[in-house]
């Protein structure tokens, strides 16, 4: 049961193997297990699981069900939960409990699924290593020396140890696709504006997108059929007609032809993951694809871009963080404006603070034009670059992240050398593309390798059927850590 | 041109976070390696680029003028900051004399 599909999972709970009940039972025991060591979860609520667990049971024995009904899913600590702590990893909402929910918690709610944990993260999603946590840092259950990347690290470390046969993450920089690399996993950013952003504590409003992070590909298509779909309560979700993303899953890759962008491949990128990514794409080649070299000339001005817009919109977005109405409020102040400065001096880590300064200093006075609107033009030259290769290609491939995971500590005294960890995973974000990361080997120290798919808006579809055809010819995505039984 | 330590407190004053002498010292250096790395935007031209503000060019969506929230003030307010609701108000210290 540890290592099953969701559709496996799904095909014993109508065949009643076993309930709902039974099946959050293992995963919460395999949480009190393992969570100890790995700091994956921050909040666990057995009960209320069970609960809903229970109501499942009922939902799966009148008939009909939903394919996730009664399946435990694990959610980031940034979707706000009802009656759930949701801390968004932060001091500064430790006491916050949701008094709603994210549509996405509302979506998965609907269809039958259960709460099994909230997931341990960088403060509001700022990092790539998931240390940045005022819940401590999450280990890598592949090497628990390593982080398992981040921001989405404790939903990442909890399917890779088996705690979860899925969750939810967050993406606005490489947040679900990095950490999935890390962890050996599978994982989705969807095209901007596919996933509801309601009730996910905002961090860089164009650029966040949630996304699901799973063992399978297979596995991401049914998450992503319940995560994705209009939603009037956010401003910048697009109304379309609602997509069946397992539809073409077992479609042949003959005559696919995949982008491989040089700038990718370059000086930065290490030897162990560009031999893996390589036979990852010798391997689509086998499978009937045509390799096609393609240039994305503006990459590396994504990073200097990413750290101008992100900030920008973070300290507009956390300035709703003044004690005020909820969240961390300083005990002692002499007057408003000091109770504003101490509740944030205390709420905020040194990641967080460091972020809003930038956002402040590059939204101030006179700075504007050199930076938040040279950063945006930029942009613009970034989806530009992607707009002419997808006139070459279907889907873009290259490494999800230049590096396995590395040593917890390694990067934390330099903050340009941890950005520059999401050098290939920025672009798609600021272009609002499509990119997902799926296992293709493995590197230096046995530690798991990621291979970054980037696809034209809205071809979720057949991103999915282009990881799914690899993960049939291949087993990486099946591989489980030494030392993590199941 | 690098921050001075001056405009580093000026920034953290904008942002409303206090900031002691020692951790504006540190911070000053780690954001002029960022800005470093951010500089490396102006190596390029970009005369006549349109910005890009959104992934999408959406527009806002407009709707009908209805009531459709219902009044959450409880709800709401259960979850303020320890003793700082009293009869339906967020407690703050006095800002007019």
Known sequence: MLNASLKELSSALARKKISSAELTRLFLDRISKLNGAL??????????????????????????????AGIP???????????????????????????YDAHVIGRFNDAGAVILGKTNMDEFAMGSSSETSFYGPVKNPWDEECVPGGSSGGSAAAIAARMAPAATGTDTGGSIRQP???????????????????GMVAFASSLDQGGPMAKSAEDLAILLNCMAGFDARDSTSIERAAEDYTRDLDQPLAGLRIGVPKEHFGAGLSSDVGKAVEAALAQFEKLGAKRVSINLPNSALSVPAYYVIAPAEASSNLSRFDGVRYGHRAKEYRDLADMYRKTRAEGFGAEVKRRILIGTYVLSHGYYDAYYLKAQKI???????????????????????????????????DPVQMYLNDIYTIPANLAGLPGMSIPCGFGTGNLPVGLHLVGNYFSEAKMLNVAHQYQRATDWHRRVPAGIES | MPLSLEQVRRIAELARIGISDAEARAVQAQLNNIFELIGQMQKVDTDGIEPMSHAQGLTLRLREDEVKETDQRELYQSVAPTGTVEAGLYLVPKVIE
């Open chain 1, 39 to 68: 700091n994956a979860f921050i909040t666990i609520e057995e009960e209320k699981s069970l609960a809903q667990a229970r109501a499942a049971d009922q939902r799966i024995a009148k008939g009909g069900a939903q394919p996730l």
């Open chain 1, 73 to 99: 899913v694990a959610h980031k600590d940034i979707f706000v939960t009802k009656g759930w702590l949701t801390t968004c990893g932060s001091k500064m909402l430790s006491n916050f409990v949701g008094p």
């Open chain 1, 180 to 198: 999935a690399a890390l962890s050996g996993l599978s994982g989705l950013k969807p095209t901007y504006g596919l996933v509801s952003r309601y």
């Open chain 1, 379 to 413: 942009r613009r030259l970034i989806a530009d670059d992607f707009l002419a290769a997808f006139r070459q290609c279907d889907v873009i491939a290259g490494p999800t992240s230049p590096t396995v995971a590395f040593k917890i500590g390694a990067k934390t005294a």
